[in-house]
């Protein structure tokens, strides 16, 4: 079945990186467009970031633009998220998701940034 | 940028009784408009895409509808497994920003 799975949240310090991937199974992997979703724990939605099929564009939300990467390989079916610079508030479980309306959902992974 | 608000934002129901939640985007997103539901401790999960259409797998009590900048979520004959959080979320801007509501928590009443 259609599955994603992210992978790579940790405790960080501020200041700290962190890779995130996401291992997308079940589908045609390099049909779509894929996003990175956040979510504090107990608090809303965040889109973060959005990459076409290819890999060659990214878009990204404000308040990661400079700090974060996202990339992806089609021959493994995976995408990622380089995470720089990390701050407190980017505390949150950071989810991969497909297609500009997030037709599919990872479970999730945990990024905790504190010293 | 699109801002979406939700309303309102928490909602007691009763169990088989039906339910309409709002969500109003600040400029018009056409009908590029997502529904997703999320339960405690789990990630989100798509119900309504396109304002209207049902996701694959997901029952017919739950419908979709409005363009432009008011839409609503209608849930007839709540079920237990549906007491949960929903969210709107726009996809009509470009470069993307995908803005999601900031949720509506359905409660037993």
């Known amino acids: 079945q259609e599955q994603l799975v992210e992978s790579g949240g940790d405790l960080v310090k501020p200041g700290g990186s962190l890779r995130l991937s996401c291992a997308a199974s079940?589908?045609?992997?390099?049909?779509?467009?894929m996003s990175w979703v956040r979510q504090v724990p107990g608090k809303g939605l965040e889109w973060i970031a959005y990459?076409?099929?290819?890999?060659?564009?990214?878009y990204y939300a404000d308040s990661v633009k400079g700090r974060f990467t996202m990339s992806r390989d089609n021959a493994q079916n995976s995408v990622f998220l380089q995470l720089n610079s990390l701050r407190a508030d980017d505390t949150a479980i950071y989810y991969c998701?497909?297609?500009?309306?997030?037709?599919?959902w990872g479970q999730g992974t945990l990024v905790t940034v504190s010293s | 940028e699109i801002l979406m608000t939700q309303s309102p934002a928490t909602l007691s129901v009763s169990p088989g009784e039906s339910v309409t939640l709002s969500c109003r985007a600040t400029?018009?997103?056409?009908?590029?408009l997502a529904w997703h539901q999320q339960q405690p401790g789990q990630a989100p999960r798509l119900l309504i895409y396109?304002?209207?259409s049902r996701a694959p797998g997901i029952p017919a009590r739950f419908s979709g509808s409005g363009s432009g900048t008011e839409f609503t979520l209608t849930i007839s004959s709540l079920q237990s497994e549906d007491f949960a959080v929903y969210y709107c979320?726009?996809?009509?801007?470009?470069?993307?920003?995908?803005?999601f509501g900031q949720g509506t928590k359905l409660e037993i009443k």
């Open positions: 998701t497909r297609r500009n309306y997030n037709d599919q």
């Open positions: 979320q726009q996809y009509n801007d470009w470069p993307p920003m995908h803005s």
């Open positions: 396109s304002a209207s």
């Open positions: 400029q018009s997103v056409g009908t590029n």
């Open positions: 990459i076409d099929k290819p890999g060659n564009t990214v």
């Open positions: 079940g589908f045609s992997f390099s049909d779509y467009y």
